[in-house]
């Protein structure tokens, strides 16, 4: 297709000459043959990933590979009840895997969905040339053909108008900004963002009001929408931090498996054992290396956190996310509802020679007016008064008031129209200005609607006897221009070139903070003189309207945004605005709640297209507000930002935010204003749309880490002191063969361990973890410090439970031996499990009992304990006998030292300095 082309500099003819088409369309054989040369107009999904590819990754896992030779060492020593057991821990891990990794790819298919079914084109038939309408399949339009559109439609495919009365088109699904656009077909010079080329309309967008006449230029994969899907699918997802660092610990732990499985065949042989103990020796071994409870406890973790993130409405969609969410450098965020309240609201009215502050935020029609900060009432104030009436019913807009059977004491709000006439209703309603009161009292009777040429709007209202009203609004400049008189404190007076030089500073000032700002003006006329009057406004004649005054509004932030931006910063995540909206107003608004500093530049779309990688990188060091920005700019963005070592959480609701939210590492999605193409892509999804609920997100993610440390830590610790004891036993005791068998250690590490270690998961935070800067991206789960701890647990493990063994062996009989053998390791993780709970903070300061699930897994895990030791099945199972009640004292006194020693050690790291980032 004609890719090059500026579409929105070309005249008519040109159009007509480049797509060899002309106002009346092209044949039905000519659509034919393009349908063949372009291509249907769709959009292709990529490869899907299969699930045996899925249920492949989770196979590969190091993990899982370390198990499966476990069992295969099992089956050849002939210990059958050792294969099933292992083989259902790998089977369960298997599963959980898959069904937590698998996820349909269905971003694509959603952004298909946003194509048009049909559209009513023009074509000539090729019997007598005559041109007909037909609906044809959206699928079917090629270059060259010439759509219709009318309120409602959904726009097939990318065209330049050429016909277009009162036409708006509502394209936030490419633009990220809410309000509808007025289209024209007037060529427009320069190179322009996709908002501003308004005389283009764009397949998948939505006609709001009115009706066009428009030429197809591009189709399928050249579209917008399509370029969108293209980057879509041409954008790997980043892997979480978490993901990296499992896997690398995976790794890790399977060469040590390997390693010690070396070790203890080697020294099986020079301490002249037999192959079968042998093979027995390396098969406990190898189930001992290996946390098999690792890939469950972490999902669990994880899935604990994204309980709790949706609590703060914030709803995981993919497990990673959660992790990663806590290790975010930067937030890129887009303005319109999610910063801002995506309500506009009216702030400032200027009338009378006086400013009047409006407050209240939203739709909801409450709030004061006040000069100078003195409280007023419009009641007082005729100027005023008289302005929020002109507002309300120069306005085609309506804010009903609904009432619930089942509670009629609840009110909600319905908003009928554009936003920004919703806010100057909302305006007069809080000065108690009702519109259908209003509407009673001056009863419209003709209108003149608004359009982008005339920049205004004029509605006509019944007044005393012959004399009619006439109400206008509009751009403040041409309002002006068409007055001839001032109001000015109740009085109506000549407007002098002072008033005007005045009126536009004023204009400035209110559009320099960021508020859109509508000129307001008045007329009485008879009621005969109607026709020509509108004739005069609409041809730009001079009319001698009366000005009355100017209206700023925004978009106002949410106010729980400033604070949210300032506790980002404490945490060292920086703040990045990327809207689609003007300059000056993302600039204003990124000041308002804390992005920008004064002295901080901000940048266009169009200056990112002038910069290389390397020119976006330099200026991403520094830079946190961008505008009229488009897809790419923000997937350029992203890109810039993770080159620069960031870990990026990207919002958006829009399917122009697709892309950046997939090359992003947490893609973040709006659920209530988000298209189904965002939310499939996200990994989160705000339940709020509400920028602070990433915020509390963030921190929630900084705590499930902090806490798949704790449980890393006491699943290691068990590990390394199983492995510790079974390589000292071939030294010291290798004639007596096993000291505990490979399901007696799968107990530990499964029953014993999977019992505990998921309340660790459920552990509060520790501190303000949003006082702290971001977790580097390289940090690994296991630091010295969680190493030295590990290893300092292991060798008392190792040492309590030798002495053990050496005590329970000189009786003669290896079940009751090994019986003591594997309480004693259960019960050492008991106590180590208080130890777990935090790094460097004592149980007590903690709070005994601010964790009660751990308490009553520790009641669960001994009464499990007690089950294996005592019940007959249990014993035939895992090969245990009854123990005594001293057996169990003299247990308890060799395991409980270990929590007190690791008091100790805390108390000394405590005094010794205080608590250091890990």
Request: glycine fraction near 8%; charge should be negative; proline fraction near 3%.
């Amino acid at each position: 297709m004609h890719e090059q082309q500026k579409w929105h500099e070309l005249s008519r003819e040109e159009l007509f000459k480049i797509l060899d088409t002309d106002y009346s369309g092209i044949s039905e054989e000519e659509a034919a043959q393009r349908l063949e040369e372009y291509g249907q107009n769709i959009v292709e999904s990529g490869d899907k990933i299969s699930q045996l590819d899925i249920l492949w990754a989770q196979i590969k896992n190091p993990l899982v590979l370390v198990l499966v030779i476990a069992a295969i060492i099992s089956f050849i020593a002939g210990k059958n009840a050792d294969v099933i057991v292992i083989g259902v821990v790998i089977l369960v891990n298997i599963i959980i895997g898959f069904i937590q990794e698998y996820r349909a790819e269905k971003a694509l298919d959603a952004l298909m969905s946003q194509a048009a079914p049909e559209a009513m084109v023009v074509r000539e038939l090729e019997k007598d040339g005559e041109s007909i309408q037909m609906n044809v399949p959206a699928s079917d339009i090629v270059p060259g053909d010439v759509f219709l559109l009318d309120a409602g439609a959904k726009v097939p495919a990318d065209a330049r108008l050429i016909e277009a009365s009162n036409l708006d088109v509502e394209e936030a699904m490419l633009t990220g900004e809410s309000t509808s656009v007025r289209k024209k077909v007037e060529r427009i010079e320069g190179e322009l963002p996709i908002a501003e080329r308004i005389n283009l309309v764009y397949g998948g967008t939505i006609v709001t009001n009115g009706r066009g006449r428009a030429v197809v230029y591009a189709t399928g994969e050249d579209t917008e929408l399509g370029k969108i899907a293209t980057l879509l699918k041409e954008t790997e997802k980043a892997e979480s931090p978490l993901q990296k660092q499992t896997m690398d610990l995976g790794k890790k732990l399977g060469v040590f498996a390997a390693v010690t499985g070396v070790v203890m065949v080697l020294l099986g042989v020079l301490r002249g054992l037999g192959l079968d103990d042998i093979f027995l020796l390396a098969l406990a071994l190898a189930v001992s290396s290996i946390p098999e409870g690792l890939p469950v406890v972490m999902s669990i973790t994880l899935a604990i956190g994204v309980y709790r993130m949706a609590k703060r409405n914030a709803i995981i969609r993919r497990l990673p996310a959660v992790d990663t969410l806590g290790a975010a450098t930067v937030i890129c965020s887009d303005k319109t509802g999610t910063l801002t309240t995506n309500q506009m609201t009216v702030q400032e009215v200027f009338t009378g020679g006086k400013t009047i502050n409006v407050t209240g935020i939203g739709f909801k029609p409450e709030g004061e007016f006040f000069i100078d900060g003195q409280e007023i009432h419009p009641n007082d104030d005729q100027d005023l008064e008289f302005a929020l009436s002109i507002g309300a019913l120069c306005n085609d807009s309506r804010l009903l008031h609904e009432h619930k059977d089942e509670d009629p004491s609840k009110e909600s709000l319905k908003i009928i129209g554009d936003p920004t006439e919703v806010a100057l209703v909302v305006a007069a309603e809080k000065g108690k200005l009702f519109k259908d009161v209003l509407e009673e009292k001056y009863r419209r009777v003709d209108e003149l609607p608004f359009n982008a040429k005339m920049k205004f709007m004029a509605t006509f209202h019944k007044g005393d006897g012959d004399k009619v009203w006439v109400f206008v609004k509009g751009a403040p400049e041409t309002i002006l221009e068409k007055s001839s008189r001032i109001r000015d404190k109740g009085n109506e007076r000549k407007i002098e070139p002072a008033d005007e030089e005045s009126l536009m500073d004023m204009n400035e000032e209110m559009a320099g903070k960021a508020l859109r700002v509508l000129g307001l003006a008045y007329r009485q006329i008879d009621s005969n003189d109607v026709n020509d009057f509108k004739e005069a406004l609409e041809y730009g004649n001079q009319t001698e309207l009366v000005f009355l005054g100017l209206v700023g509004m925004q978009d106002p932030p949410r106010d729980e945004v400033p604070e949210a931006i300032a506790r980002c910063k404490r945490a060292g995540i920086r703040v990045i605005m990327a809207t689609g909206d003007y300059y000056l107003t993302g600039k204003a608004i990124a000041r308002q709640i804390g992005i920008l500093e004064e002295d901080q530049w901000a940048y266009t779309g169009s200056e990112i297209d002038d910069m290389d990688d390397d020119e976006l990188d330099a200026i991403m060091k520094e830079a946190n507000v961008f505008a009229r920005v488009s897809p790419e700019h923000k997937h350029r963005i992203v890109g810039s930002l993770q080159r620069l070592g960031h870990v990026v959480a990207m919002t958006g609701d829009g399917v122009n935010d697709a892309p950046a939210l997939q090359a992003a590492q947490i893609g973040i999605a709006m659920g209530i204003t988000g298209t189904d193409v965002t939310k499939e892509t996200a990994e989160m999804v705000l339940a709020d749309d509400n920028f602070s609920s990433i915020v509390n997100a963030i921190e929630e993610g900084r705590v499930v880490f902090q806490n798949v440390r704790k449980v890393v830590r006491f699943l290691l610790s068990t590990n390394a002191g199983e492995v510790l004891t079974l390589l000292a036993s071939v030294i010291l005791f290798a004639p007596a063969g096993l000291i505990i068998t490979p399901v007696q250690i799968l107990w530990v590490n499964l029953v014993t361990d999977g019992v505990i270690d998921k309340t660790l998961a459920m552990e509060p935070k520790e501190g303000d973890v949003m006082e702290e800067p971001p977790r580097r991206t390289n940090a690994r789960i296991i630091n010295t410090e969680m190493f030295r701890n590990i290893l300092f647990v292991a060798i008392f493990m190792a040492a309590g439970t030798l002495f053990m063994f050496n005590t329970a062996n000189n009786s003669g009989n290896m079940l009751y031996a090994q019986t003591v053998v594997f309480t004693t390791l259960a019960l050492y993780q008991v106590f180590n499990s208080l130890n777990c709970r935090s790094r460097i903070k004592s149980l007590f300061q903690i709070g005994v009992f601010s964790n009660i699930y751990m308490f009553i897994a520790i009641i669960v895990s001994v009464s499990l304990q007690l089950a294996a030791v005592y019940l007959p099945f249990m014993q035939r199972l895992l090969g245990t006998v009854p123990l005594q009640p001293r057996d169990w004292l003299t247990i308890v006194l060799v395991t409980s030292p270990i929590f007190f020693l690791d008091e100790i050690r805390k108390l000394v790291q405590r005094i010794r300095k205080n608590p250091a980032q890990s």
